[in-house]
């Protein structure tokens, strides 16, 4: 048995392997040649991505004294679609036209129906389309992580934390919807839709899948880890988010320049942004954010007042802070060493990333 970490590269590789043969299986076409299209775009939107998820997972299960079984690559890469699936609705919800630098799924399907001159409209053939992939995606995560080849006793363990995370993402889509119906919102609204949407199926969960799978459960040691740095490294990483939403180069974050602005998200920069604003201010943030027709010019009148009220330079100070206690909260873990590094490395990673 192989008892040795495998190095960062390593690991994407064998994410990646994962989850290239794991697409290839599905969706067999022999008699359905028609179903190619969903299968393409699974595997090209898999391609991307910064495999934060897994290697969280990952350093869980090694952190516990789990060895470097092939089966733990297979467990942590199934992470991978439930993102996925994530991402494509959310998409759809946000209407967002590009995602990784290419067509959205909504979009990708709804220019196959417009190419091929089909009937009716080609936006709701579209919608539907990424849908039903989002779907596939979700329940393919559970395939792929039931069939991981872990033995059952710990896939068993870990199930409870598996079906938790997954309704956790859920609820926090839903409470995206209602933040951005509610229009206004405090810094405390966005901070729990964040968690939800993504902090803790980002960080938080994936430790503690990993850790419950090598440990045939969860000790109170291990729930104190997630929650203290788990959840720090969450907010942090969904705060980082934010900030590319609005001043990340569209090359590195694959979408337009602020269109975190033009869909009206109501992260937690914005409402830092609300409260400090004079009322002048204020007025032009709620008269420009959420127009999908917002332009360069407007974008940038919006990154001002950010920078201006201070929002912007505040939550850069909260991220360097989440990240200090997250760190510091390691040192007390009695995880293996070179988990420990890891996940210092990770946290890095996850709260100063380009895109």
Known sequence: MNTEAASMDTLREQVDRCLREFVDRQLPVSGAPELEPLRLAAKELLAGGKRLRPAFCYWGWRGAGGADLPGVYQAAASLELLQASALVHDDVMDKSDLRRGMPSAHRRFEAMHADAGWQGSAEQFGMGAAILLGNLLLIWSGEMWRGSGLPPESLAAAQPVHDHMRTELMCGQYLDLLEQAHGENTF??????????????????????????????????????CTTYGTRVGIAFQMRDDILGVFGDPAATGKPAGD?????????????????????QAALVRSLLGDPGLDDRGVAALREVIEDTGALKECEDLIGAYLTEALACLDQAPITAEARSALADLAVAATSRQA
């Not at 503690?208 to 104190?224: F, H, I, K, V």
Request: aromatic residues 6%; positive net charge.
């Open 260 to 280: 975190d602005l033009r869909e009206g998200k109501r992260t937690m920069l914005v409402a830092r942004t609300l409260a400090a604003a004079t009322p002048e």
């Open 188 to 225: 405390e609204s966005a901070l729990r839709v964040a968690l939800y949407k993504s902090g803790k199926y980002s960080v938080e969960q994936p430790l503690r899948l990993g850790l419950a799978l090598a440990a045939g459960g969860l000790t109170p040691w291990m729930d104190e880890l």
